[in-house]
């Protein structure tokens, strides 16, 4: 009878094992995330700060793939602005959608190793 019990452990080992590196391997790809939006945050946020310093008048170029576009201040101004706002509410978004899968690995693994346990003792 301990041959059995020992399969079922140690097929439960081993989908644990799975469900810890597909959770490691989420983990690291929404650090990333996290991280490159950010970067994109804080790079519109330092130049809506340096076009700030200049005169309301001034006309700027705009960047469009491998063209430029003459644009006013307050457009350049407005965009950085919004492009502020959308990264920060990803980062907010990644953050509730991370905390949920985790919460549903943390119970998934917990009945897991629960049943696990039960094996084990069984064994004893």
């Given amino acids: 009878m301990a041959a059995p019990v020992d399969l079922e452990l140690k097929k439960a080992f081993t989908e644990?094992?799975?469900?810890?590196?597909?959770?490691?391997?989420?983990?690291?790809?929404?650090?990333?995330?996290?991280?490159?939006?950010?970067?994109?945050?804080?790079?519109?946020?330092?130049?809506d700060t340096e076009i700030m310093t200049l005169v309301d008048e001034t006309?700027?170029?705009?960047?469009?793939?491998r063209m430029?576009?003459?644009?006013?201040k307050e457009v350049i101004h407005s965009q950085l602005l919004e492009k502020q706002k959308i990264a920060e509410e990803k980062i907010k978004e990644l953050e509730v959608v991370f905390e949920q899968y985790l919460?549903?690995?943390?119970?998934?693994?917990?009945?897991?190793?629960?049943?696990?346990?039960?094996?084990?003792?069984?064994?004893?």
Avoid: P, W
């Fill in 103 to 124: 919460e549903q690995a943390a119970c998934t693994s917990g009945r897991r190793g629960l049943q696990a346990e039960g094996l084990a003792n069984m064994k004893t």
């Fill in 68 to 72: 430029f576009i003459l644009q006013s």
């Fill in 16 to 47: 644990l094992q799975a469900k810890v590196i597909d959770t490691q391997q989420k983990v690291k790809l929404a650090d990333i995330q996290i991280e490159q939006l950010n970067r994109t945050k804080k790079h519109a946020h330092l130049t």
């Fill in 59 to 65: 006309n700027m170029y705009e960047g469009v793939g």
